[in-house]
């Protein structure tokens, strides 16, 4: 074998296993329920039931999803809002995240792409302050709009809108029985994953 032959075998190995290892470093979303914890490390059943370990940095972001209703959604309140566009240009939303004061300002904006249902949008922005929570929008439900930096949108909220409230929390409240979810886990060689911030449940409360 020539030595150029040589050259271009041994850069398609290492390409391939730069591609691997990336593949395996790429972001998942996780969901699912904690059945024990060791230490820094979490043993869980996924929503499909699968086994999930989750090994968890020291200094990992611990955030208590609780239950919440339109009426927790107050006047200047940082949210996030999954939804699908109406033909009158508002978003009737399929899920509401009211966010711990803390995370303002994360993921400002209005994007299409959503993952939760088709044609799904997510708007992130704060609730604007006079006159608009609890609007009658269209067929009677609530609304109120939401102000980004790019601009606003009304978000309708129907009945079964999946509404949820944010606060710190800590790794005292990662227990055996508590719902959990992660937006970005990185999918190690060993089959195990890692996550430097993780959503728990939190007295009834259910991460999406």
Do not use: C
Request: proline share 6%.
């Amino acid at each position: 074998m020539s030595k150029l032959r040589i050259l271009t075998a041994t850069a398609l190995v290492m390409a391939s296993a730069v591609s691997t290892a990336h593949a395996q470093q790429q972001a998942q979303r996780l969901a699912g329920t904690i059945e024990r914890v060791e230490g820094s490390t979490i043993f869980a059943k996924g929503r499909d039931g699968g086994a999930v370990t989750l090994k968890l940095p020291d200094n990992v972001v611990v955030t208590a999803v609780f239950k919440a209703t339109v009426a927790d959604i107050k006047p200047g309140a940082y949210i996030g809002s999954g939804a699908t566009p109406q033909a009158d240009g508002s978003q009737k939303a399929v899920e509401v995240h009211i966010f711990a004061e803390s995370m303002r300002g994360q993921g400002d904006g209005h994007r299409p792409g959503w993952y939760g249902a088709p044609n799904g949008t997510m708007t992130n922005g704060a609730v604007e302050p006079t006159g608009t929570v609890s609007t009658v929008g269209a067929g009677g439900e609530p609304s109120f709009v939401v102000k980004y930096k790019e601009g606003d949108k009304r978000i309708v909220v129907p009945p079964n809108a999946h509404i949820v409230r944010y606060e710190v929390g800590s790794k005292d409240d990662l227990k055996a029985g508590v719902p959990f979810s992660i937006q970005a886990a990185a999918k190690q060689p060993d089959g195990t994953f890692t996550t430097p911030r993780i959503n728990v449940g939190k007295d009834g409360g259910q991460p999406f």
